[in-house]
């Protein structure tokens, strides 16, 4: 069974593909970890999931339908939530704002109220500055905004886009943690694209890596962790 | 003192409509980022159409209403059909493809309706009620007032209390954010546009019977006053824009009572400098953006 | 810990927004020619330890000190005192292409004034050409000189974080304050980043003393001469690299004991 | 070789190929030449202003206003005095650009502390408040009907049947010329950069040594200059000046005149201006041809060639942002 | 016309070309708002104009020749003026500008006109400035000035007013001091209890209307445009203050300002005013019925108020003159036969043309509001804008010609 089926997927901005015909699938309940060097096309891949860009190429199908012509804002009520690159906060809307944003489009608001309180639990950081606008906040204060607001829709599927970016070790571990203990706990998916490799494959279930647009290894997270070849041959270190 | 009171409650009253008008520039400006300079023309265009009707039926009323749903199609419609297609490579696009507009809709009612002055009705009294020798406010001045009063409690609710005016405000300041969020931002484009226009329209018949008349350009001055109210009150807040609005209306009074008409644009200068020089954002400004 | 009249020192540095304390009494000193680093959890004031330093915000109480002088920042007047700083993020002009961005860094330098400028003097336009020629030679030196007309919009994201370093440095600062200089780069990249730094202080055009804030904490270690833990604001723990991560409270307070506990 | 030198050889090339122009125009065209060679003056420098240093200025045509009345005080002061010629045009259009020069410094330095909509509306209100500054110094400004300007007829060295058009497009067509060239210098040195440094990153150009408050003051004062210049050519070639003319209008004409030519550029500019003479002479042209019946063309007569104006600028805003000189860019190789 | 010029010659008999005249048509043109915020009203003016010239192009036109009539919009913006007077004059090649409206759009093309020898006739405007024959021998007014009006305005308030307050609102340009001079000359200066002026951008007068009420003021005389005496008669409604109103012409046209006050209308009854054309209310007036007749044929129909009046008034006196100048119609002969004086057409008062004088009407008739309706009452009267008093005018209206074009 799989949540979210990629195949094919070519995606350009001009007429030269960035991606090139790639395969990809997420089941339920794993963590699925997107690597590669800058420029591969990882920020690209989560964005055409989205809807934010249209493929050239390729079939996308999330829970048996297909995305294809949905529009993003409807997108994320078929369990799909984006976190984008560049963290995404509001800067004009407060900390507790941009949370209820969140939520905005569920009818369940007392299931959204409690969504955001498990983020202020998640996050003491954001709760001690409910009042603040998104401005004010530091760079990982508000990284961690995004990461909650996300959550506080309660997806099926996560498209994380660098998440440990501009987050303390500590922090990055915490939400590594989190995720594993949501994806064991609520069945959550998570396609997570890190440069943080490490942590990455600390709690991946599987790594895709990505080069120039082209998927050129994909296996099991722990394959990638021990082998030293692989990863020596696609990913550096 | 009879004519300081005198000026003030003028003052006042005159505010009041600038205030009105004023909240649709916040509206707009709220809603998509963008100062509407074809806010007036589309208000002029809303009451032209206010004035058709209340020519055919008699009833002031009906013009009323017929003013407010022409300002949301009109509103609905100039953002479908030409904002939504400007792009946004610079915020200027928008501001020139506003000017185009004004002299487009200028000319289309100029060509409809004659480049004249039309009389327009209003609903209630505009003779002042005399209190000890001295003319206070008109039952139409104590509308204009409620009605202005009514309208920025409604969009303070609008958009502090109701998740439309939150999605609202997002999608104005991000709105690829806001979409993958499940934000409906051509959505709610299209209507901040047309409610803006409408509150337009309801500004439009507040204030065109306190000026000459109806006619194209009725409104050119009237955006002028009320843009100046709602920077001096900080384009974000409705409040602010009520209160700006005043305090254009008191200083046009007391100027053209004490110093003569001549100085009024100059006032009108002098306090918006005076506002700004020691608020840069306005009376109601927000929280200065953090630089670094 | 003993002053040095070249370096930069905070002495008692508080910053408060409205209710919030960013930074409490903060001493801590640059000594010439060394890479200090600091660290700390998300929401710290290290990025406001800096603003402080560029003059972005004002000390709510404690005052800087730079060359032995008291240093009352204004940010624009940063690089004529040499200081140079890399925002968090990029921060490239969008509008201007590579070449002109590193040049924009140097402008303090130019000589020739406004009139000269309009006149199209010579004078102007051997500013520019030094300008250029300068900026032309640290684009070569950090590999990205074939980037040189390009837009920065259109350039990898590893390439324009070189760019800001460059436009930094253009200015020849005598400290240079980093923000999170490898976020959001890959290994390979980061490691490059770091061969960089460590040269920073000796470089012949007069070298560098270097303060950076990063998250990547094997970067840190292995630039830094020294490392600076912040947490609420307040410095708990100051010294050599292998110290400060074998110190309990910066584990505690930042690493995190997962993490910890992986490295160790 | 240097940039003056290039620019100085461009220069002499525009000017040799525009002075044969204007032997081959009409005097009308030659008028509309001047024209647009003194509302480039203007566009050129709000060109400086919201193109590069990124600040909106509604209040242009008060700036122009500015040079104007200085021009039109001085020529006639001296003209009074019994002091006439060439030299003293010079000297007259001087001190107009140097009034403007102080004008932009004023609102320059206000500028500096604002942003986007709020310098907006100071710079709107600059504009409506300049004719009341002509009401209430009637004595010297003389209200709304305003100055009428000496001007001396042509160098009787021309010929006695020298028109004055054309003459009096090569006054303006050197204003313009000067300006584009002390523009043109100006955008390649330093202050170029710095202008647009600040326009797209205020706190990296402060980090980068710029002094930010400082540039935005620079580039009100440059372009208000130029646009004082330009103000002045027009009251030389109107011979009068009048607040009316000098409207709110006016300064939303220019602000459309230089997006819609291209924004940034000074060749952007040359298009603004040549758009503000010729689009209200063709739309009208256009309509003119028309024949209507005459209950319609009383209705139709103004405000169609408004209609055709108005939507000319909505239909190319959005087919071409980058304006007419985008255009052009993209079909030259 | 030397004989050096003829090359230059288009037609043949040896005699030069006149601009904008051939042997079938004579092309003048004019500058008007059209659109902008003054259009209101005036822009009704220069299709009458033109309907009365196709009416009479209609009967054959002048000694042959058809009138083009040549309008730009200059939407009261004396730069716009600049160009289309230019336009006209120097790509048109009009023959001369009839009718140019506006105080400060008209003052800035009056140079240019000088130098390029075109006749500049009858400016829609009552400045003294049209009326400066050593400075600009070829510009007339047509309107009486100001100062003229002012005068007679006062003169009645004096006589019929003796010993009641009068205050005095006045446009802040040489509309309102010129008017305020005529005034004053009558009334003295302590003859004004208070002053007022106002701009036209700011749209409200209570602060002023206020300050009469205040003043006592019992008599006030409006120099003021039709919007701004509404304005006034509407804010003094509103102050619960009824003093009487005595309005310039330029503002005074019931119908204008009835359409202006819509269901405050009532508020005219008793306005006192003065005009110099005939009004639309004297249904038997024979000018009005012919004005009337050349509307419904060749005006589309328009409204009828007395900015058609007006225009049509204006092309009636221009086909007079064109007359007057003969079938060798040169722009010398057009002016010479202005000077030459001694029109009668709709107009109650003397038109003053003559060799040293270039003003317009010299007088008015007063006029007053009565049950909705306007009219004339009392003897006309002329004065000029010196220190001449206002004495009556005893010469009695002409009666168009029967097929309603007029002949030399
Ligand atoms: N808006 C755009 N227009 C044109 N090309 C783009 C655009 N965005 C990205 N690209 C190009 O597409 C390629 C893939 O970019 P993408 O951002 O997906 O990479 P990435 O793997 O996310 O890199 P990073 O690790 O730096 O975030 C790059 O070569 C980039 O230059
Ligand atoms: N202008 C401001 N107004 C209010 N609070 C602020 C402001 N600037 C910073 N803060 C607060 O001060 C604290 C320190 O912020 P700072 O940006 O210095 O953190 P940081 O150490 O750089 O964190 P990070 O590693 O996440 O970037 C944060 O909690 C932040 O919310
Ligand atoms: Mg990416
Ligand atoms: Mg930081």
Redesign the pocket.
């Known amino acids: 069974m799989t949540l979210l089926q990629v195949a094919g997927l070519v995606v350009g901005y001009g007429a030269a593909p960035v991606l090139h015909e790639v395969d990809l699938t997420v089941p339920p309940a794993t963590i699925v970890t997107v690597l590669g060097a800058n420029g591969a096309g990882k920020t690209t891949l989560l964005r055409t999931l989205s809807g934010l860009l249209r493929p050239i190429g390729g079939t996308i199908r999330f829970d048996g339908g297909s995305l294809a012509g949905v529009p993003v804002e409807r997108v994320v009520r078929l369990g799909l939530a984006h976190v984008p690159e560049g963290r995404g906060v509001v800067a004009e809307l407060t900390v507790e704002e941009n949370l209820r944003l969140g939520g905005v489009w569920q009818a369940d608001r007392r299931d959204a109220r409690l969504a955001q309180d498990e983020v202020y639990e998640l996050f003491p950081a954001l709760a001690a500055?409910r009042r603040?606008a998104g401005h004010?906040?530091?760079?990982?204060?508000r990284q961690m905004l995004a990461l909650g607001r996300a959550l506080v829709a309660r997806p099926r599927l996560l498209l994380l886009d660098e998440p440990s970016l501009?987050l303390?070790p500590r922090i990055t571990a915490q939400i590594m943690a989190l995720l594993r203990r949501l994806c064991d706990e609520t069945g959550l998916a998570v396609l997570l694209v890190e440069q943080n490799v490490r942590s990455a494959l600390s709690v991946a279930d599987q790594g895709v890596v990505l080069s120039l647009g082209r998927v050129v290894a994909a296996a099991d997270a722990a394959q990638l962790r021990d082998d030293a070849g692989l990863r020596h041959a696609y990913l550096g270190f | 003192m009879d004519r300081f009171l005198f000026l003030t409650v003028d003052g006042l009253a005159k505010g009041a409509v600038y205030a009105a008008f004023a909240l649709a520039v916040v509206l707009i400006w709220r809603a998509a980022r963008i100062v509407n300079f074809a806010q007036g023309a589309m208000a002029v265009a809303t009451v032209y159409a206010a004035y058709s009707v209340t020519q055919a039926t008699g009833s002031y009323w009906l013009g009323f209403a017929a003013a407010l749903a022409s300002g949301l199609v009109l509103g609905a419609g100039i953002e479908r059909v030409v904002m939504r297609f400007v792009p946004h490579t610079s915020p200027l696009n928008s501001v020139i493809v506003a000017l185009g507009l004004v002299l487009l809709l200028q000319a289309v009612l100029g060509a409809l309706y004659g480049n004249e002055f039309r009389p327009v009705e209003t609903p209630f009294s505009r003779t002042g009620i005399t209190v000890g020798g001295v003319a206070l406010l008109s039952r139409y001045d104590l509308f204009v007032l409620g009605a202005v009063l009514l309208l920025v409690v409604l969009l303070a609710l609008l958009f502090t209390r109701t998740s439309t005016g939150l999605r609202m405000r997002s999608a104005a300041f991000a709105p690829e954010v806001s979409r993958l969020l499940g934000v409906n931002v051509a959505g709610l484009l299209t209507f901040g546009w047309a409610l803006a226009a409408a509150v337009g329209a309801l500004a439009g018949m507040l204030v065109v019977p306190t000026e000459l008349g109806l006619h194209p350009n009725t409104m050119d001055m009237v955006f002028v006053s009320s843009f100046t109210a709602a920077v001096v009150g900080g384009l974000d807040s409705p409040i602010g824009a009520v209160v700006g609005g005043l305090a254009v209306g008191l200083v046009l009074s007391y100027a053209a009572g004490y110093l003569g008409s001549d100085v009024t644009p100059i006032a009108t200068l002098a306090l918006l400098l005076a506002v700004l020089l020691i608020r840069p954002g306005g009376l109601f400004a927000g929280v200065r953006t953090?630089a670094v | 810990m003993d002053e040095d009249p070249h370096g930069l020192t905070l002495d008692g540095v508080t910053v408060q927004?409205?209710g919030?304390t960013?930074l409490e009494d903060v001493r801590l000193t640059v000594p010439p020619g060394k890479v200090v680093g600091v660290i700390?959890p998300?929401?710290?004031?290290?990025?406001?330890?800096f603003n402080v330093i560029c003059g972005f915000v004002r000390p709510t109480r404690g005052e800087l000190r730079f060359g032995g002088r008291t240093l009352r920042p204004r940010p624009h007047r940063l690089a004529a005192l040499g200081i140079g700083r890399t925002l968090?993020g990029v921060g490239l002009f969008a509008g201007l292409s590579v070449v002109e961005n590193v040049m924009a860094g140097a402008t303090h330098t130019a000589r020739s004034g406004f009139t000269s400028a309009l006149l199209g003097l010579p004078r102007s336009d051997r500013d520019e050409r030094r300008l250029r020629d300068e900026a032309m030679a640290l684009l070569t030196q950090f590999g990205i000189a074939e980037h040189a007309q390009a837009e920065p919009a259109a350039l990898p994201y590893p390439v324009r974080k070189k760019v800001a370093l460059a436009r930094a440095l253009a200015a020849r600062p005598r400290l240079l304050l980093l923000d999170e200089p490898a976020g959001g780069l890959g290994a390979e990249d980061i490691a490059e980043l770091a061969e960089l730094v460590v040269t920073l202080p000796g470089r012949d055009d007069g070298g560098h003393s270097v303060m950076l804030?990063e998250?990547h904490m094997d970067f840190v270690m292995s630039v830094c001469d020294e490392v600076a833990v912040?947490d609420f604001g307040r410095l708990i723990a100051v010294g050599p690299p292998e110290t400060v991560r074998d110190d309990p409270a910066v584990a505690e307070a930042y690493l995190g004991p997962t993490l910890e506990g992986r490295t160790a | 070789m240097t940039t003056l030198v290039r620019h100085l050889m461009w220069t002499a090339i525009a000017a040799a190929a525009l002075l044969a122009v204007t032997y081959a125009l009409p005097p009308f065209r030659n008028y509309q030449l001047a024209t647009a060679a003194a509302y480039l003056c203007a566009t050129a420098g709000l060109t400086v202003l919201v193109g590069l240093s990124g600040q909106l200025s509604l209040g242009h045509g008060a700036v122009m206003a500015v040079g104007a009345y200085a021009v039109a005080l001085s020529q006639n002061r001296l003209a009074d005095a019994g002091l006439t010629g060439n030299g003293v045009l010079v000297l007259s259009l001087a001190l107009g650009v140097l009034a403007a020069l102080v004008g932009g410094l004023i609102v320059g330095l206000a500028a500096a502390r604002l942003r986007g909509p709020y310098l907006a509306g100071v710079t709107l209100a600059v504009a409506v408040a300049l004719p009341a500054v002509t009401t209430v110094w009637a004595g010297v400004f003389h209200s709304d009907q305003g100055l009428s300007v000496y001007l001396d007829p042509p160098p009787a060295g021309l010929g006695y049947d020298f028109p004055l058009e054309r003459w009096q497009s090569w006054l303006a067509l050197a204003g313009a010329l000067l300006v584009m060239l002390l523009l043109a210098n100006l955008l390649r040195s330093r202050f170029g950069r710095s202008l647009r440094a600040v326009r797209d990153d205020e706190a990296a150009a402060r980090l980068a040594g710029i002094d930010v408050a400082r540039t935005q003051v620079l580039a009100f004062v440059v372009s208000a200059g130029c646009a004082g210049l330009g103000g002045g050519l027009l009251a030389v070639l109107t011979q009068s000046v009048s607040p009316g003319a000098y409207s709110l209008t006016l300064s939303l004409f220019l602000l459309m005149a230089v997006v819609v030519g291209g924004l940034g550029r000074l060749a952007g500019a040359v298009w603004g201006a040549l758009l503000l003479v010729v689009l209200p002479d063709l739309t009208h042209t256009i309509v003119a041809s028309l024949t209507l019946s005459p209950a319609a063309a009383q209705r139709l007569e103004g405000n169609l060639p408004l209609a055709v104006f108005g939507l000319t600028l909505i239909v190319v805003m959005i087919a071409a942002p980058g304006g007419v000189q985008g255009v052009v860019r993209r079909l030259l190789p | 016309a030397t004989v050096a010029c003829s090359s230059d010659d288009q037609g043949g008999g040896g005699k030069a070309a006149v601009p904008g005249v051939t042997d079938t048509e004579i092309v003048v043109g004019t500058h008007m708002p059209l659109t902008g915020p003054a259009s209101a009203g005036y822009s009704k003016i220069a299709p009458a104009s033109k309907a009365y010239f196709d009416f009479v192009n209609a009967n054959g036109g002048v000694n042959g020749r058809k009138i083009t009539y040549k309008v730009m919009d200059d939407g009261y913006n004396p730069a716009n003026t600049q160009q289309v007077v230019r336009q006209l004059v120097l790509q048109d090649k009009v023959f001369a500008i009839l009718n140019g409206l506006g105080t400060p759009t008209h003052s800035g093309v009056l140079d240019f006109l000088k130098t390029n020898r075109v006749p500049d006739l009858f400016v829609a405007s009552g400045s003294r400035s049209w009326d400066q024959p050593d400075k600009y021998p070829g510009t007339f007014g047509f309107n009486p000035d100001y100062t003229v009006e002012g005068k007679i305005l006062a003169n009645y308030v004096k006589s019929n007013f003796a010993g009641q307050k009068t205050c005095f609102l006045g446009q802040s340009d040489d509309f309102g001091t010129d008017s305020l001079a005529g005034v004053e000359k009558v009334l003295g200066k302590d003859g004004v209890t208070a002053k007022e002026t106002y701009v036209v951008t700011n749209t409200n007068v209570a602060p002023q209307i206020g300050a009469f009420k205040t003043a006592g003021c019992q008599v006030v005389i409006l120099a003021t445009v039709p919007g701004f005496t509404a304005l006034a008669l509407g804010t003094a409604a509103r102050l619960s203050y009824k003093p009487q109103f005595v309005v310039s012409n330029v503002g005074g046209d019931l119908p204008t300002l009835a359409k202006l006050l819509g269901e405050a209308k009532g508020l005219t009854e008793g306005l006192l005013g003065a005009n110099y054309l005939p009004l639309m209310f004297d249904a038997n007036d024979p000018w009005i019925q012919l004005f009337q007749k050349v509307n419904k044929d060749f005006g589309g129909g328009a409204e009828f108020d007395g900015n058609v009046i007006y225009g049509m008034s204006v092309a009636y006196l221009f086909v007079q003159v064109l007359q007057a100048a003969g079938k060798d119609l040169s722009r010398e002969s057009l002016l010479a036969a202005v000077e030459k004086g001694g029109y009668q057409g709709p107009g109650l008062a003397p038109l003053r043309y003559a060799k040293g004088d270039h003003s317009g009407y010299g007088g008015e008739r007063m006029v007053k509001v009565s049950g909705g309706v306007q009219q004339f009452f009392g003897p006309t009267y002329e004065t000029d804008e010196a220190d001449a008093p206002v004495k009556e005018y005893a010469g009695t209206p002409a009666t168009p010609p029967a097929n309603g074009v007029p002949t030399a």
Request: no cysteine; hydrophobic share 30%.
């Open positions: 500055r603040h004010q906040l530091s760079g990982g204060e501009g303390a | 953090r | 927004f409205g919030l960013a700390g998300n929401g710290a004031g290290k990025t406001t330890l968090q804030v998250h912040l």
